[in-house]
């Protein structure tokens, strides 16, 4: 005889489903090893950012000796350095206009073209936009020359910020147009006919109504031009000298410039990984949520 019968009291679905609780509770722990592949995936990815950050607070003669060893005593002369370093500091800016202008064009004329392959219905509207998902499949490396000379010699625009950020945001559209697309597409028909009905145009629709309504993936789309900006390395490679160098190619230049120093090298490079890295972390629930979104779309 069971205990709910010797008390009297009736077995309810509720009482069934307290009963099995506990036991969901122990078999939603995971599998250890998911999570011994997730730390190892971890420790590959995090481990040498990690190794540079420190090494940038060590001196060369500790790396030597002991490279694998925590810093003892910390020196901070080597970031110090860096910050000091006027070279630095126009290299970040060089870096940080070209990747506003990047993520401006991308999210701009991003949402001016996904609006029509999303809201309007016409005859090539599927083949033109599939011009845009095969435009994933052509790097910007393959048209590297061709680019070269368009730029510098045709548009006269070579070493200026405005001939790098406009070569990475035609190639970064694609990607934009892919991940806009369904937002604007799940927008219900509904919405845009009472506004219209409200005196709204389609343009006033467009910006009054749509561009609010599609801020998750506008940012998403945003932060990956940037940090895309941010980390390019071959096209501003070929068109920029000097002063007008991103802080990609001063790293590369000074760790030519200083191969002996590799504890001020590691400084310099943790130093010009930060400023994306920190834009990056702060806004990757919104890029999560907007990739989703796309997918869901």
């Known amino acids: 005889m069971s205990a709910g019968t010797m008390t009297g009291a009736p077995i309810t679905p509720t009482t069934r489903q307290a009963t099995h609780t506990p036991r969901r509770k122990r078999q939603g722990g995971g599998n250890p090893l998911v999570y011994l592949i997730a730390l190892v995936v971890v420790a590959f990815t995090v481990g040498p950012v990690l190794y540079g950050v420190l090494g940038g607070f060590r001196t060369n003669a500790q ?16 970031y110090t350095g860096v910050l000091t370093n006027p070279d630095f500091w126009q290299y970040a800016l060089n870096s940080t206009v070209i990747a506003v202008l990047t993520t401006a064009i991308v999210v701009v004329f991003g949402m001016m073209a996904a609006y029509p392959l999303a809201r309007y219905q016409f005859r090539w509207r599927e083949p033109l936009f599939m011009v845009f998902v095969l435009g994933l499949l052509f790097p910007a490396t393959v048209a590297i020359i061709p680019l070269f000379i368009l730029i510098t010699k045709d548009l006269h625009m070579g070493n200026t910020w405005w001939g790098v950020a406009l070569p990475q945001a035609a190639f970064a559209l694609p990607m934009t147009v892919v991940i806009l697309r369904p937002f604007l597409m799940a927008l219900p028909k509904e919405l845009e006919e009472a506004s219209l009905l409200d005196g709204a145009s389609r343009i006033g629709f467009f910006w009054r109504i749509l561009v609010p309504l599609s801020g998750p993936g506008m940012v998403t789309v945003g932060v990956l031009a940037f940090v895309g900006s941010w980390n390019a390395y071959l096209l ?47 806004l990757q629930k919104r890029i999560v949520g907007g990739l989703q979104g796309a997918v869901k779309g």
Do not use: C, R, Y
């Open 63 to 78: 790396l030597a000796d002991k490279p694998a060893a925590l810093p003892s005593p910390w020196v901070l002369s080597n």
């Open 236 to 282: 501003p490679l070929l068109l920029l000298q000097d002063d007008m160098k991103t802080l990609p190619l001063g790293v590369a230049d000074f760790s030519s410039e200083h191969a002996s120093d590799t504890a001020g090298v590691f400084a310099f490079t943790t130093l010009a990984m930060i400023p994306a890295l920190i834009f990056f972390l702060a």
